[in-house]
T-cell receptor, first 118, second 109 residues
Framework: GAVVSQHPSWVICKSGTSVKIECRSLDFQATTMFWYRQFPKQSLMLMATSNEGSKATYEQGVEKDKFLINHASLTLSTLTVTSAHPEDSSFYIC??????????????FGPGTRLTVL | GQNIDQPTEMTATEGAIVQINCTYQTSGFNGLFWYQQHAGEAPTFLSY??LDGLEEKGRFSSFLSRSKGYSYLLLKELQMKDSASYLC??????????WGAGTKLIIKP
């Protein structure tokens, strides 16, 4: 149990286009999901905290108009990178915080999405 | 299927040494990561092993044996601030991260 999936697992796009990344908790519900980005051999950098039914909370320095987050259900959050540029190329990882049961208050990580912007 | 195993919880004494093990079965291997995560904070990168052997970084060392699908994180001279969860993650052949459930390390005075 407690599986978090991300789709797509990797994506290559042209500069200026928008890319949507999905994060799903497959067998548990999560009111809170986190979005991170990771550069090679570096720590995960928290971008935003996504709460179901409300606006996401963005970390300082993260442009909310560029990284659109939607958390429409207890099992799905999406991150849209708008007008992507090469500097947005990174590994994006989501995690979900369990709402109840054995997953309560535990954080489970997705496998990541590798974004390459040409 | 792909699987990462690590102990759920460990307890150690301040000033002592603790070894957190991680075994894995994945489709391909492109490196193993160890992260430290304090409650309510983002995971902090500790180490990355892609070749067999021991990597030492101050009080923390990480070991990898690819043939055995095994790694450990060694923490020396434990301090109270080392109380945290330690996450093992393997990058598979598709460059996807497979995460362990984390080991909660409790340090006692």
């Amino acid at each position: 149990g407690a599986v978090v999936s991300q789709h797509p697992s990797w994506v290559i796009c042209k500069s200026g286009t928008s890319v949507k990344i999905e994060c799903r908790s497959l067998d548990f519900q999560a009111t809170t999901m986190f979005w991170y980005r990771q550069f090679p051999k570096q720590s995960l950098m928290l971008m935003a905290t996504s709460n179901e039914g409300s606006k996401a909370t963005y970390e300082q320095g993260v442009e909310k108009d560029k990284f659109l987050i939607n958390h429409a259900s207890l099992t799905l959050s999406t991150l849209t990178v708008t007008s992507a540029h090469p500097e947005d190329s990174s590994f994006y990882i989501c995690s979900a915080l369990g709402l109840a049961g054995p997953q309560y208050n535990e954080q489970f990580f997705g496998p990541g999405t590798r974004l390459t912007v040409l | 299927g792909q699987n990462i195993d690590q102990p759920t919880e460990m307890t150690a004494t301040e000033g002592a040494i603790v070894q957190i093990n991680c075994t894995y079965q994945t489709s391909g291997f492109n490196g193993l990561f160890w992260y430290q995560q304090h409650a309510g904070e983002a995971p902090t990168f500790l180490s990355y092993n892609v070749l067999d052997g021991l990597e030492e970084k101050g009080r923390f060392s990480s070991f990898l044996s690819r043939s055995k699908g095994y790694s450990y994180l060694l923490l020396k001279e434990l301090q109270m601030k080392d109380s945290a969860s330690y996450l093992c993650a393997v990058m598979d052949s598709n460059y996807q991260l497979i995460w362990g459930a984390g080991t909660k390390l409790i340090i006692k005075p």
